[in-house]
């Protein structure tokens, strides 16, 4: 139902209820709508309760369900719905024309198409006292007649078309279903089999087949041979044709294939595997057993492999030997039986060892001895043959002594047998020794061996020689000689056999030390020109580590002093085998300083009245480092400011002066 908004909307939906241009008129419904009408127009202006008690009030005269109009949230809106819904539902039929119904045309289909509606077609129906309104539409299904078969019929379908007042109109549409499709077949895959095999159905699978129309169907085969191959009876072509039938004699065939073959070998069972000696013959050792696989004569052969397979040694080995079975086919089974051979039998000595004595001289006597085997030889029944032997060393000195040797022949199987013999070695003779050169050395050179030399030995019997050395020393002190070394040296064998050699070592000492003088030196005279003052020179040596020094001094006088002079200072160091060295080292003793008075200050001289400069009895005194006698005299005499002022000059021997200044004053 629709919801109305308005008084107008209201009063629109009661016009089309009560319409008078439609064919069924409800008096009922003409006389509620009157009366709710009425009573809405006398409360146009009136409050909502006024428009809630006219709808109300048609409600409680005519006892309608008021809930069923109740759904809006506006209670205004909800008082004009249910006043459109009371005049509808006081509505009453008055036509009993049925609808006009037309039915879609009639059709034939397969049991596997579709018959519904959607494909076959639906009827149409008008309500023929109001052509705009709905009818409703529905069918019925009847199988009116059958056919041979059970999906071969013919089905009457009854359309109806219902007005609003029941009134009903019928048509009928015939649909005839016929079956005339064969089933759906799908045989099982071709396959390849052996001879050997089963070729069933239960072991290749049964072919799969359903009906288009969903009926049981009957399915059936047949086999037949094709292809039969022309060099192999076991080799053929089946063609299985299956068969499959619906319940209306509609049929549906496939082929498969199965190809037989012969692949399969033949069982084949060797001879067991045997063992026998390495020279014992290869013959009736068993024989293989072979049947066919599809019941068919068989060939058996064998042959022995050209290689072999070596166990612990050489002369124990496997022999493959493979036997073959052949089936009329062509396919060959084999098996291998193994034929191991074995050598347990030990060599044969033919010719024993013998003794041997040498001298040990290198000649390689031992080396040819063990080689040949103490000239033993053997023999073996199948295979070659390796000697050993039990030798380590000699027992006794060196490499001389004696050993007892066993030689052990010994095939590739490591079957053996021995011989033994003894080997003696002596040694007679003494080492050859050589010492190094005489020599003569410095005094500070090494005398030490490794610089020197040290003697060489060898021996035929001992390749390490002991060599030992002992020294004679002689001092001489320089007459001539500082020392003489005797070294002796003494090779040992290890048989005690010896031999010796000297080496003389002569040490002298002929390079002269080395002396440093101090430096040149100047001093004023009057200083201390002794070495402890201006220094001592130094001297080394290449063996004396105490060489003596001394010095000598030569004055040479120079100018106007005796004492100012050059010293000439030779400094001399001797060692303890009389070499020598000398330096010089020059002193120049100077005068370079003047006279001093004694005084600091001159005294000043009162003249009595009446005396003059010379009754001045007064000479002041000088020294100088140099000059005992210093000349002292007047250098001037000068008046002024009522005074002399008197010039004294100090003078040395080398002219060097010094003045000082007196004041003489007169009395008067």
């Known amino acids: ?70 759904n809006s949230n506006d209670p205004q809106v909800n008082q004009l719905q249910r006043g459109a ?81 029941n009134n009903v109109g019928t048509c009928d549409q015939l649909i005839k279903v016929i079956d005339d ?61 299956w068969s499959s039938t619906d319940n209306c004699g509609n049929v549906a065939t496939c082929d498969q294939h199965i190809y037989v073959n012969d692949t399969n070998p033949p069982l084949i069972m060797c001879p067991n595997d045997v063992t026998i000696e390495c020279d014992q013959p290869r013959v009736d050792l068993g024989t ?98 390796t000697w050993s032997n039990n030798f380590a060393s000699l027992e006794g000195c060196g490499n001389a002594g004696s050993a007892t040797v066993t030689f052990t022949a010994a095939d590739d199987c490591d079957n053996t047998v021995t011989t033994s013999a003894t080997f003696t070695v002596e040694d007679t003779q003494d080492p050859v020794i050589t010492c190094p050169a005489d020599v003569t050395v410095q005094c500070d050179s090494s005398t030490d061996p490794s610089v020197l030399g040290e003697a060489v030995a060898s021996d035929r019997c001992d390749s390490n020689v002991a060599i030992t050395m002992s020294e004679n020393i002689s001092d001489e002190y320089c007459d ?44 004023e005279c009057g200083q201390p020109t002794d070495p402890s003052a201006l220094g001592r020179a130094s001297a080394t040596d290449n063996c004396d580590t105490d060489p003596a020094i001394s010095f000598d001094d030569s004055d040479f006088n120079l100018f106007c002093d005796p004492d100012v002079k050059l010293i000439t200072r030779t400094w001399s160091v001797i060692d303890d085998c009389y070499n020598t060295d000398s330096c010089v080292q020059q002193i120049l003793v100077s005068d370079t300083l003047k006279p001093k008075f004694v005084e600091d200050e001159l005294p000043e001289i009162v003249l009595e009245c009446g005396q003059g400069l010379g009754d001045v009895d007064y000479k002041p005194e000088a020294t100088d480092e140099c000059t005992e006698d210093v000349r002292v005299i007047v250098e001037s005499d000068v008046f002024a400011d009522g005074a002399w002022n008197r010039t004294w000059m100090a003078e040395d021997f080398c002219g060097h002066r010094n003045f000082k200044a007196q004041i003489i004053r007169s009395g008067c």
């Open 1 to 70: 139902m629709k919801a109305f908004s308005t008084k107008l909307d209201v009063i629109l939906g009661l016009i089309l209820v009560f319409s008078p241009g439609g064919r069924c008129v409800n008096k009922n419904a003409n006389r509620l709508g009157n009366d709710f009408v009425q009573r809405f127009e006398s409360h146009e202006h009136g409050a909502r309760k006024g428009l809630r008690s006219s709808v109300d009030a048609v409600i409680e005269e005519n006892k309608l369900e008021e809930s069923a109009f109740e």
């Open 85 to 165: 819904m009371v005049a509808m539902d006081a509505m009453e039929c008055d036509c009993d024309v049925p609808p006009l119904i037309t039915c879609p045309a009639h059709a034939n289909v397969s049991c596997d198409q579709s018959w519904e509606t959607s494909a076959l077609g639906r009827a149409t129906g008008v309500d023929r006292c109001d052509n705009s309104k709905n009818v409703t539409i529905d069918w019925t299904d009847k199988i009116i007649s059958t056919g041979s078969c059970e999906d071969d019929y013919v089905m009457a379908r009854t359309w109806s078309a219902t007005d609003s007042c």
């Open 181 to 241: 499709v064969e089933p759906l077949i799908a045989c099982p895959a071709d396959a390849t089999v052996d001879c050997a095999e089963s070729w069933e159905t239960a072991a290749l699978g049964r072919a799969m087949s359903v009906d288009t129309c969903e009926r049981p169907v009957t399915i059936a085969w047949t086999d037949s041979i094709i292809n039969a191959s022309a060099h192999c009876a076991d080799e053929f072509v089946v063609a299985r044709t």
């Open 288 to 385: 293989s057993q072979s049947v066919d696989a599809c019941e068919r004569p068989v060939n058996i052969t064998y042959s022995d492999g050209s290689e072999t397979t070596p166990l612990s040694c050489a002369d124990n080995f496997v022999i493959t030997r493979k036997w073959t079975s052949t089936d009329g086919c062509g396919n060959p089974a084999t098996c291998d039986q193994f034929i191991t051979l074995e050598d347990t039998t030990a060599p044969t000595i033919d010719s024993g060892a013998k003794d041997l004595t040498v001298e040990c001289d290198g000649g390689g006597e031992e080396e040819a001895w063990l080689g040949s085997n103490g000239g033993a030889s053997a023999s073996d029944n199948c295979g070659n043959i």
């Open 480 to 523: 001539p000689y500082l020392q003489v070394i005797t070294r002796t040296w003494t090779a040992t064998d290890d048989c005690g056999n010896t031999a010796s050699c000297d080496q003389v070592i002569i040490v002298v000492d002929d390079t002269p030390p080395e002396i440093s003088c101090p430096a040149d030196v100047t001093v």
